[in-house]
C-alpha cells in the first residue's frame, strides 16, 4: 500500500473515532455537567457549549483529509456508517439529533468541498468545515433541545478546532506538492 492510502486510512481511523469521543465528552467532559444536559466548556469570552463541538469541529477536517486521500467513494461510506455508529452512540435521547445532524452536516461539507478542493485545499477546509458547522449546530441543538440556545458556543468551539488545524492543512498541502501528490 503506497504512502498515501496509509495516511488516508489514518485519517478515516480519527474520522471514526471522533464519533464516540464526542458523544462521550457530552456526557463526561465540562466545567458544567448537569443530569439533565450535555458537559459544557467555556469557547470563548462569556460562551458555553457542549465539550463535543471540539472532537465535531476536527472531524469536518478529518474528513476532507480523508476525501483528499482515499476518494469520493471512501468518504461517502465514512459518512454513512459515521452516522450509524453516532445513532447506536449517542445517548438514547440524543439518537436522533447525533445521527441526522452528522449525516446532513457530513454531506454538506462533501458538497462544498469536493468542487473547491483543485483550487485550494486551506479554502477548501475552511469553507467547507464553516457550512458543515453550522449545519451540524444548528440541526443538531434544533432536534436534541428544542431550541438554539447554545448555538453561538457551538459554533464558535468548532471553528477553533478547525482553525487549530490549517496550519497542519497548509503543511499537508505544500508537502503534496513537493512530493507530487494529487488529490484521489
Excluded at 100 to 119: G, H, M
Amino acid at each position: 500500500m503506497d504512502s498515501r492510502r496509509t495516511e488516508g486510512f489514518l485519517y478515516l481511523a480519527g474520522f471514526g473515532a471522533s464519533i464516540p469521543l464526542s458523544n462521550w465528552m457530552i456526557g463526561h467532559v465540562g466545567v458544567v455537567c448537569s443530569d439533565t444536559g450535555p458537559c459544557l466548556l467555556p469557547v470563548g469570552p462569556g460562551l458555553l457549549a457542549p465539550s463535543g463541538v471540539l472532537v465535531v469541529g476536527l472531524a469536518f477536517v478529518l474528513r476532507d483529509l480523508v476525501q483528499r486521500r482515499l476518494g469520493k467513494g471512501w468518504t461517502l461510506a465514512a459518512i454513512a456508517l459515521g452516522a450509524l455508529l453516532s445513532g447506536v452512540l449517542a445517548p438514547s435521547a440524543l439518537v436522533v439529533a447525533s445521527s441526522a445532524a452528522f449525516a446532513v452536516s457530513e454531506l454538506a461539507d462533501f458538497a462544498v468541498y469536493t468542487p473547491l478542493q483543485r483550487r485550494g485545499l486551506v479554502l477548501a477546509v475552511l469553507a467547507s468545515s464553516a457550512v458543515g458547522l453550522v449545519v451540524d449546530s444548528v440541526l443538531f441543538l434544533k432536534l436534541a433541545f428544542g431550541g438554539l440556545d447554545f448555538l453561538a458556543g457551538q459554533v464558535v468551539g468548532k471553528a477553533w478546532m478547525v482553525l487549530l488545524s490549517l496550519p497542519l492543512v497548509s503543511w499537508l498541502r505544500r508537502r503534496d506538492e513537493r512530493l507530487g501528490f494529487e488529490p484521489a
